[in-house]
């Protein structure tokens, strides 16, 4: 009996061991960890908004640029193009409104070199522009029935090319993606099968066509035509290989090589528990449905750094607006951590920010690191004459 209790005790020792063993490397032993360092500083005239539409680094013979896109809120919309290494401005690239050039409803933007962009509108087409802002080719996204307003979105929707939700274009072999959030609502749980989450033109022919990747069966609830919806909205980084999404309201992320097939893995924040796609209530007042939707954790953007082979996943925390402060403003002060995963998507650490200090908003990945926005309201260093950057570089902890 003696020695069936030792035992006993051993076993439920060695189990009390391999709990707390457990505990800790969820909490404590991240691999590594994403440390500050320098800041990066861009003098703004008095036409240029500190929050841009879109923001992009690109290469350009051997050159690193920022992809800058500036907001009606200040000045005229255009595109700046920053030498990252000078601090000024490179390019100025006009986009018109009006006239033959006109391009109605601009939303994002894009570029791999210094001579022709993408441009994305709320509108059933986007524009390829050449750096004097004239269209060189249009592309039409979808039909538009004024007749019947329930045509809208059946097959296809508008698409934006936009750092705030980490959306870059992806071009492969002739084919630009765009993706697809408000296709066919309401739906039904069968339905999500058969939603796209991306579609492409032929650049070539202008073309347009739906891919086979499709949104996963998480969604378990009837939508209701104006009262209740999901919101199917998710972040996506392009590695040249794969295409991998983040979906805002799921732990896991998708990754296709194909535009056709997925595999899920584990993306998970420490910081808030498991989360799946719930139901909101459109006939709820504006400034209560802003309120609740801040008060649940959720996921945002998705960056693929190709310097360093790894990810970073951004996780908001719950926010509760200030007394006096209207949800339908800023959320400055809204805390949010960054999940980091390696090239075979494991997660090897996350670092959580502070509220107060960065606007998760805007960022970059350069060839020193990850950039995150000093512009918050709610920063004491706060100045809206100059778009500033923290570089945040990889570290390993031993």
Request: aromatic content about 18%; overall charge neutral.
């Amino acid at each position: 009996m003696a020695v069936k209790k030792n035992i006993s005790l051993i076993f439920l020792l060695l189990l009390f061991m391999v709990s707390c063993g457990n505990k800790q490397s969820e909490t404590f032993d991240d691999q590594v960890s994403l440390v500050g360092s320098d800041v990066l500083s861009f003098p703004l005239d008095e036409t240029t908004y500190y929050e841009s539409k879109a923001i992009f680094q690109f290469e350009n013979e051997g050159r690193e640029y920022l992809f800058f896109q500036n907001e009606r809120k200040k000045g005229k919309p255009r595109i700046l193009i920053f030498d990252i290494e000078k601090g000024n401005v490179s390019k100025t690239v006009p986009l018109y409104e009006e006239g033959p050039n006109g391009i109605p409803a601009i939303l994002g933007g894009w570029t791999e070199n210094m001579n022709y962009f993408f441009i994305t509108t709320d509108s059933y087409f986007c524009c390829i522009v050449d750096d004097k802002g004239n269209i060189i080719q249009k592309i039409k996204i979808w039909d538009w029935d004024e007749k019947d307003a329930r045509t809208f979105f059946t097959e296809y929707c508008t698409s934006a090319f936009t750092s705030y939700y980490c959306s870059p274009a992806i071009l492969r072999d002739s084919l630009l993606y765009f993706n697809q959030y408000f296709v066919g609502y309401p739906h039904k749980p069968e339905d999500w099968k058969n939603v796209s989450m991306f579609v492409y033109s032929n650049l070539n022919t202008g073309k347009m066509s739906k891919t086979e990747l499709t949104y996963p069966s998480i969604f378990s609830e009837n939508e209701i035509m104006r009262n209740k919806s999901y919101d199917p909205e998710f972040g996506y980084a392009y590695t040249g290989k794969d295409v991998v999404v983040s979906l805002r309201q799921y732990d896991s992320i998708l990754v296709s090589s194909d535009f056709k097939h997925a595999r899920a893995y584990n993306a998970k924040s420490r910081y808030f528990p498991s989360i799946r796609p719930t139901l909101y209530n459109a006939y709820k007042d504006l400034l209560v449905w802003v309120q609740e939707e801040y008060l649940k954790p959720r996921y945002l953007h998705l960056l693929y750094d190709k310097y360093r082979e790894v990810f970073y996943r951004f996780a908001l925390m719950p926010y509760q607006f200030p007394k006096g402060k209207l949800s339908t403003g800023d959320p400055s002060g809204q805390e949010f951590s960054i999940v980091i995963l390696n090239k075979n998507y494991e997660i090897i650490g996350e670092t959580r920010f502070p509220g107060n200090t960065f606007n998760y908003r805007m960022y970059f990945i350069g060839k020193k690191g990850l950039y995150l926005s000093l512009n918050n309201l709610e920063n004491p260093n706060f100045d809206e004459d100059k778009l500033q950057f923290q570089c945040f570089t990889l570290q390993e902890n031993k």
